[in-house]
């Protein structure tokens, strides 16, 4: 009886190809999303319970017009110059206490980086583009910053090693270390970035 | 010689295909459980900003995505084109956002109720009057940790 030898042997030739449809399949339909972007927090709506006094020369005022022009401490500026001129102000430190900033120390600005504040204004009808460009270059004002004393306290840049602490992938006996050096620097250089609400002037 | 003279004229024999439903059903159930109804289709134009100062947005559970942009060429005609705030699949006003942010916030687990990012996807054309607003609703219900979604590339490209 022919049937005995069994059922004849399936031709799995075209397997490849249903692998290779699936595969281009699942190229063509997989975005891969966009999704880095500034991270920002938000002021909590309810106001600290003490008024802060501020010394007006700690206050570094960044003003953006509606047609994207910029006052930066009461004068014009172009936006090329800003990271320049956040990072003067920020690492200034007039009281002396800031051993590791390299300020020209004057007077008439911010006394040391964990008093200084840029505070960002801008009009109803600024353009989204100019508002994130000029929070780029404020953020990068302070990541420069930090880079600097993190390559001098640890060999590598600050925002590498916050990236691989914010990464749930790395182990957390290296997330562990990194935590107390992130915390260092951040605290050599706090974030006080403060966005009053917009004017429509 | 018979038996070789036999396989010769003899055609392939024919392939079973008693397993290709299977395949099907496989295919069937893996499209059935992969796809998520949830991935909106854009109504606004959102060509992002760029910036270098980015950081990446590692969890996808745990934000919440509000888009801002001019409606697309086929919204024009009835939605105008000033730019506008899609949530989820429709067109939405700057009050709704709020409560748009505690009903998302409600659908996900408790434990990460209060590690959730707002990520707002604004085209660069918008005005920062809309995004003042959103924000000001955001501060509003406690969401206080936005992320202003953008490109990576040069961000002086912005100004062009």
């Known amino acids: 009886m022919p049937r005995r030898k069994g059922a ?40 600290p319970e003490e008024d802060v006094v501020i010394k007006q020369k700690n206050i570094f005022t960044v003003n ?3 047609n994207g022009q910029l006052l930066v401490e009461d004068e014009l500026m172009d936006l090329k110059n800003l990271r320049k001129a956040a990072m003067d102000f920020l690492e200034n430190g007039a009281d002396g206490s800031c051993n590791y900033c390299k300020g020209r120390k004057d007077e008439s600005s911010s006394d040391n ?27 990068g004002a302070y990541n420069d910053l930090r880079n600097r004393e993190s390559q001098k306290s640890f060999g590598r840049d600050f925002t590498d090693m916050e990236a691989e602490y914010l990464n749930p992938e790395t182990p957390s006996n290296v997330r562990d270390d990194l935590k107390d050096k992130v915390k260092q620097i951040q605290d050599k250089f706090p974030q006080k970035l403060s966005e009053a609400e917009t004017t429509s002037n | 010689m018979a038996k070789f003279a036999k396989k010769k004229d003899g055609d392939l024999p024919a392939v079973s295909t008693a397993s290709l439903p299977d395949i099907v059903f496989m295919l069937l159930f893996f499209f059935m459980t992969v796809t998520t109804m949830k991935d909106s289709s854009l109504l606004v134009e959102n060509t992002l900003p ?12 745990r934000v919440i995505y509000i888009y801002v942009g001019k409606p697309t060429q086929e919204y024009q005609k009835v939605f105008g084109t000033e730019p506008k705030i899609q949530l989820n699949d429709k067109f939405a006003s700057v009050e709704e956002v709020g409560s748009y942010i505690l009903a998302e916030r409600a659908k996900k687990p408790q434990e990460l109720q209060n590690v959730l990012t707002t990520a707002l996807k604004v085209d660069r054309d918008a005005n920062m009057g809309l995004i003042a607003d959103i924000k000001q609703q955001l501060r509003e219900v406690n969401a206080l940790k936005v992320n202003y979604t953008t490109y990576e590339g040069n961000a002086f490209n912005n100004l062009q």
């Open chain 1, 64 to 66: 953006i017009n509606k």
């Open chain 2, 50 to 61: 760029n910036a270098t100062e980015i950081k990446k947005l590692e969890k996808k559970d």
């Open chain 1, 8 to 47: 004849p042997e399936v031709n799995a030739g075209s397997m490849a190809d249903i692998a290779f449809l699936l595969l281009i399949f699942f190229l063509v339909t997989t975005t891969i999303e966009t999704d880095a972007g500034l991270d920002r927090m938000l002021p909590p709506m309810e106001p």
């Open chain 1, 113 to 139: 980086p964990t008093k200084a504040i840029i505070s960002l204004k801008n009009d109803r009808e600024t353009k989204y583009s100019t508002y994130i460009t000029v929070q780029n270059e404020l953020v």
